[in-house]
């Protein structure tokens, strides 16, 4: 198992079996979000204490060391801590561009063009796309969706193809930068990929965006949307520098993690005290009387801590089962019996159904020994396998909370022939390229 420690190997005991169990009933209400409106966080952190507890007991069963144990659960508690503090940071400054207008001006800009359904369809799919390279896919999305929204208001059907443009465009851009994407992240701080070899995923990125968008495009009403009067949106002091900051501490992030081999969250750390130190000084020089000044904190407030806490419910549930040996099984199964290639298409499907952020560390637990072309395929697949269904990513999931039901799962379903095959394109644009 990664980390170095033995699993316990008791995956054929009762109390193995009922942690399964645990899972899947906490994965069936994670998958029914939409209907249950209850966070996804919840069931997930409730699963990992109880798997936890039995892990303990079974550790204990069989004579394993209390400080072995211990070993085990502090490998998941680093990986949390380093993804957590990592993504916090990207949040709080998605957060503080947001509070600045930076999108805002951008979508007023978008709808004050006038641009007919079928250019606004690109436009859209394009900005989502390299959006999503350095905000995440659910950001990305939500943001162009509302751009979606505003202008095709009074077109239904733009608006369900739109959305499903966005999706694909949002995971596809994920891809293939380590900031795009928790997975991909995922796969980098685990030393698997250097940073520049993430771009190597960029020309099967394209092609995974380009096939779906190129059927779906004729799809879309080729008429020009009702003219809408709307005043240019004005950005606030210090929204071009908040941009800067968040650009220079990706660099930063990168350098501690190439050049001086630290976890690159102490990077992003670095570029979080650079802004608080900037929000001080706007702060004092631009705080206008009975207005809410800049406030850093209120950023970190309003990061999305149900993803957040929803990771760490999938990290630990998922470690405990590596722990007692489930991982090695499904190891065996996929990738001994089936072969790398096949096991890595394989993650990206079952990526459609379940969130790609536990399969994926599911993968990375499995301590299985592929090359640099397998990873990035394995991060290629568990990145834009999930929009082959609405409910496959969270972009798709937020979506279809955000569209007043004109994008639903059937609406997005229709596509899906299309999206497969662009799945398909990319991994043989992957091959090609990279192969």
Not at 240 to 261: D, M, P, R, W, Y
Request: charged content about 15%.
């Amino acid at each position: 198992m990664a980390g170095g420690f033995e699993s316990l190997g008791m995956t054929g005991t009762e109390r193995g079996i009922y942690t399964v169990l645990i899972f899947v009933i906490a994965y069936g209400f994670v998958m029914t979000e939409e209907f249950t409106h209850m966070r996804k966080s919840k069931p997930v952190i409730l699963a990992a204490g109880i798997i936890w507890a039995h892990a303990a007991i079974l550790a204990s069963q069989k004579g394993v060391s209390v400080e072995a144990m211990h070993e085990a659960f502090e490998y998941n508690l680093k990986e949390y801590a380093e993804l957590m503090l990592f993504l916090l940071v990207a949040m709080t400054y998605i957060n503080a561009m947001a509070e600045r207008n930076v999108f805002e001006a951008l979508r007023s800009w978008l709808v004050r063009k006038q641009f007919g359904y079928r250019k606004l369809f690109l436009i859209t799919g394009i900005i989502t796309f390299f959006l999503s390279a350095v905000a995440d896919n659910l950001t990305a999305a939500l943001l162009v969706g509302a751009v979606v929204m505003a202008v095709g208001a009074d077109n239904e059907k733009f608006v369900s193809i739109g959305f499903v443009n966005l999706v694909i465009a949002a995971n596809a851009g994920g891809a293939f930068c380590p900031f795009g994407d928790i997975t991909t992240l995922m796969v980098w701080q685990a030393g698997y990929a250097e940073f520049f070899d993430f771009f190597k995923l960029f020309i099967p990125s394209v092609v995974n965006y380009a096939v779906p968008a190129a059927v779906m495009y004729f799809a879309v009403p080729d008429e020009q949307p009702k003219v809408t009067s709307e005043a240019a949106v004005q950005l606030k002091p210090g929204a071009i520098q908040i941009c800067v900051l968040f650009l220079l501490t990706i660099v930063t992030a990168v350098s501690f993690k190439q050049g001086l081999h630290l976890p690159p969250f102490m990077g992003m750390m670095v570029g979080l005290s650079v802004l608080m130190l900037y929000g001080f000084f706007l702060k004092k020089h631009f705080y206008v009387e009975g207005e809410k000044g800049f406030d850093v904190f209120d950023k970190v407030r309003h990061a999305e801590w149900d993803t957040l806490l929803f990771f760490f419910g999938v990290v630990f549930a998922v470690g405990g089962l590596g722990y007692i040996g489930y991982l090695e099984l499904l190891s065996g199964a996929m990738y001994d019996g089936l072969g790398a290639t096949t096991a890595n298409i394989l993650v990206g499907i079952i990526s459609a159904i379940v969130d790609n952020i536990p399969v994926m560390f599911a993968v990375l637990n499995m301590n299985v020994d592929m090359d640099l072309y397998q990873w990035l395929l394995v991060t290629l697949t568990a990145g834009v396998g999930g929009s082959l269904l609405s409910v496959g990513s969270a972009a798709g999931v937020a979506l279809m909370g955000q569209s007043n039901h004109k994008y639903t799962f059937f609406s997005h379903l229709k596509w899906t022939p299309a999206i497969a095959a662009g799945y398909a394109a990319s991994i043989f644009a992957h091959y090609l390229v990279n192969g």
